[in-house]
């Protein structure tokens, strides 16, 4: 009799535990959109209720698309018009939002393209082709475009960012797919190049301004001539590239402050969420952005380890790091708590300076006035943030 | 003290371990941490007295602080950054609560371990295990005694050569590394003699041969049957508790977990009792005794 009242007892509270303990941030999976592109307000009040993240993924004139909904943005649910016309075109994107009005929380919609695009990042245009706001660019195989819908209503245009210094990289260069005139263009617009990329020194264009004004650092630039391996391990420094400075050789003189933009984003992680350890939902920016991209003041002489540091002690930003006496570099393992191999076996964090991801550590890479550094979170060994020579040595 | 639990059949004293001893494993729930160690520690102190205070004081102590110390000095995951540290990386709230509850699971493990080895005898385990599987159970009895019994011997040794005047305690530096060099010479030689010898005994006496008994005094009565169904619904509560989730709890990056929900402290009554079963018997048993002695 004694154990039949437990036993009742233990049935009883199995039953129930699982539905009474309180719901952590959980991704569920997918959900398509359907062919009317309205998803009901039910869907959204669960979404809401148990706290989860979800993504939307449709598909338009062969495009996929796919928004990112986390239930804590959720404030009203109500029916929501999700569908988006996509037009592809070589260099551009045309959207056609179906919904006539903002959905009332912010959401990251992903575009996965049918083709590459030969972009650092792209920019979002109105119907007044006004830009409204930046979008990254990711993709192993085919390009996908990330940013935050701010607007949801009427039509918008996403075009590659030509303004973007690192928008000839080593890839542009061997396809040889942009025009001069493009080049031209690009140098002239552009006042933070101030080394010689391949891409130009192949087309013989003289780049004016190659400042020598602001290098009493002491970083030089590869001619292209080394073959062997440094006794780091790092590969040869393409011709061009600024060539490793070990830290313990670099001046630091505070007295010279100079500036660089710096950013810290991980919006590759939104295109695999099955794949993020559950545990770190609850420290992923909805929209991937961890520290947008602003200008810094960095002291001459510092490296990108340097100013990531002292960036994220001031913007009380988590970031851990070792030091790896191989390669005579910090090694940076996590930043807001998301790690490596946080996001498959693959993943991790990269960084990249106008355009191009360096084959050495970051606190071998000195910094020069006006230089662009973007660290990013690849899923992909860095494919899928174009990086994947960094990683693979080109192979 | 007189230990009642340690007369239970051998399976029940095995169960008790091994449920005991995976609990404290797969759960890292703190108020589960902090019940098992309390009640390990309360049964040490049961069993051993004295004997437990000075080890937890000159052993256990040192090596909880030491695992304690350690986490937060290499990991460095976790939301709230308290300060930073030398090398440049946080040191985060998140990894010394984490140091902290590891260090008590491994102190823990280690009282649990040390009651292990003072219930289960050699001969109740090789009872339990001798006739499915005679030659493993037998290395693994071996084995889990050789520390003790080279302790033992060692000091026997040790005091035989302090009589003879070769002791490792004076003379110069080069005489006493002499003498020790010497007393761990014997010990290998007696530890390797002693294992051939318990090897050949069993084997004369025919050991693990298809057909042969043996005798033993354990019989499964009915305090040993209501003691299982105890375990077992422990055990089937607790197991149920873990794969509802009902135990949840994580350190990283943020610390979460339930911790005051209904079920949650149903789930802690039944780990109080589980882990003090032995302590309860024995008080139970205590009762009975006095009791008896009050009508004389």
Redesign the interface.
Same mark, same amino acid.
């Given at each position: 009799m004694k154990y039949k009242i437990l036993l009742l007892f233990l049935t009883v509270n199995i039953i129930f535990c699982g539905c009474n303990l309180k719901q952590e941030k959980d991704y569920q999976g997918n959900i398509n959109i359907p062919e009317n592109g309205i998803v009901e307000k039910s869907v959204f009040s669960q979404i809401q209720e148990n706290n989860a993240v979800v993504t939307f993924s449709g598909e338009s004139n062969c495009c996929k698309y796919e928004w990112t909904v986390f239930g804590d943005d959720i404030e009203n649910p109500r029916d929501i018009n999700l569908a988006i016309e996509i037009t592809e075109e070589p260099e551009q994107v045309l959207l056609n939002f179906q919904s006539n009005d903002y959905f009332g929380f912010s959401s990251v919609l992903s575009i996965h393209l049918n083709s590459v695009w030969d972009c650092q990042s792209a920019i979002v245009y109105d119907s007044e082709n006004n830009a409204v706001c930046g979008a990254s660019v990711t993709g192993s195989e085919n390009t996908i475009l990330n940013y935050t819908a701010l607007q949801t209503s009427g039509t918008f245009c996403i075009m590659p960012d030509k303004a973007d210094s690192s928008q000839i990289n080593i890839i542009a260069a061997e396809e040889k797919e942009i025009t001069t005139e493009n080049r031209i263009s690009t140098t002239k617009n552009n006042q933070q190049d101030d080394y010689l990329t391949p891409a130009e020194q192949f087309s013989g264009i003289a780049v004016s301004g190659e400042n020598n004004d602001n290098t009493s650092n002491n970083r030089i630039i590869s001619d292209g001539s080394q073959t062997e391996q440094d006794k780091y391990l790092t590969d040869p420094v393409p011709e061009g590239k600024p060539m490793p400075v070990e830290p313990e050789n670099a001046e630091i003189n505070e007295q010279t402050q100079y500036t660089c933009t710096f950013s810290v984003e991980c919006s590759t992680i939104l295109n695999n969420l099955g794949e993020l350890n559950s545990e770190k939902l609850d420290v992923l920016p909805a929209d991937g952005i961890i520290f947008p991209a602003t200008e810094v003041i960095f002291y001459e002489g510092e490296s990108v380890y340097d100013v990531l540091q002292r960036i994220c002690k001031e913007n009380n930003i988590h970031m851990e790091a070792s030091w790896t006496p191989m390669y005579n570099s910090a090694y940076v393992e996590g930043i807001h708590n998301l790690y490596e191999f946080d996001c498959g076996n693959l993943s991790g964090w990269m960084y990249r300076v106008d355009g191009w991801y360096p084959n050495y550590g970051c606190s071998r890479y000195q910094l020069k006035d006006g230089e662009v550094v973007e660290w990013r979170y690849t899923c992909d060994l860095g494919n899928d943030v174009g990086g994947g020579y960094a990683v693979t040595g080109g192979e | 003290m007189r230990d009642t639990f340690s007369r239970c059949h051998p399976i029940i004293n095995f169960l008790f371990f091994g449920l005991v001893i995976a609990y404290l494993m797969f759960i890292m729930h703190p108020v589960m941490l902090i019940i098992s160690f309390l009640s390990a520690l309360s049964y040490a102190v049961y069993l051993d007295g004295r004997k437990t205070v000075i080890f937890c004081l000159k052993f256990l102590l040192p090596t909880m602080l030491t695992a304690m110390i350690i986490n937060p000095a290499f990991s460095? @995951?976790? +939301?709230t950054?308290l300060c &930073?540290l030398p090398?440049?990386? =946080?040191l #985060?709230l998140e990894s010394i609560l984490y140091g902290i509850s590891s260090s008590v699971m491994l102190g823990t493990s280690l009282l649990w371990f040390r009651c292990y080895t003072i219930i289960m005898t050699s001969d109740k385990f090789v009872y339990i295990f001798g006739k499915i599987i005679p030659a493993l159970s037998l290395v693994l009895s071996m084995t889990l005694r050789f520390i003790p019994k080279f302790k033992a011997q060692f000091e026997v040794v040790r005091d035989a050569q302090y009589c003879i005047g070769k002791d490792i305690s004076d003379g110069s530096i080069f005489s006493r590394l002499k003498n020790a060099v010497r007393i761990f010479s014997i010990m290998i030689t007696w530890s390797l003699e002693n294992a051939i010898e318990t090897a050949d005994s069993m084997k004369s006496r025919g050991y693990g041969l298809k057909g042969r008994t043996a005798f033993s005094i354990y019989r499964f009565d009915s305090r040993d049957k209501s003691i299982l /169904?105890c375990l077992l619904?422990c055990g +089937? &509560?607790l197991t /149920?508790?873990i794969l509802?989730?009902?135990l %949840?709890w994580?350190y990283? =990056?943020?610390v %979460?977990g339930?911790l005051a @929900? =209904?079920? #949650?402290i149903?789930f802690y009554i039944v780990y109080i009792l589980l882990c003090n079963i032995p302590v309860f018997i024995n008080r139970k048993e205590d009762k009975i005794w006095r009791s008896l002695k009050s009508e004389i």
């Open positions: - | 460095h @995951e976790g +939301i950054i &930073y090398s440049g990386n =946080p #985060t /169904c619904f +089937i &509560y /149920c508790g509802a989730d009902g %949840k994580r990283f =990056p943020s %979460k339930v @929900e =209904p079920f #949650t149903s």
